[in-house]
Nanobody, 125 residues
């Protein structure tokens, strides 16, 4: 599984940078993505990145605020989150899928694997 870190508690407008570390085999996935799940809500895809190309995708609610990046040498995917607001409060997890990074990839959540335990992000107003 992947291992996430970097969560915490911040005030609205603040920033956090999450890290998702996988063993070498985890980067065999074609795409690695960040998901989040708020209390009482469905898990939703946030951003994804291709491991063998530079393709990225983010959902509309985080575009312009969140940036996904990768360091292949470190088997790590990052999620830089800026201008956070209370609606971003959730447990953030990462996972991999053998599917091209796109909005469509988030539709097939059952295809994603190696889920991490997640890291809590709490944004207060």
């Amino acid at each position: 599984e992947f291992v996430e870190s970097g969560g915490g508690s911040v005030l609205a407008g603040g920033s956090l940078k999450l890290s998702c570390v996988g063993s070498g085999s985890k980067f065999d996935y074609g795409t690695i993505g960040w998901f989040r799940q708020a209390p009482g809500k469905e898990r939703e895809g946030v951003s994804c990145i291709g491991t063998r190309d530079d393709r990225t995708h983010s959902v509309d609610s985080v575009k312009g605020r969140f940036t996904i990046s990768k360091d292949t040498a470190k088997n790590t995917v990052y999620l830089q989150m800026n201008n956070l607001n209370p609606a971003d409060t959730a447990v953030y997890s990462c996972a991999g899928v053998d599917y091209s990074c796109s909005g469509r990839a988030f539709v097939f959540t059952s295809l994603w694997g190696s889920w991490g335990q997640g890291t809590q992000v709490t944004v207060s107003s």
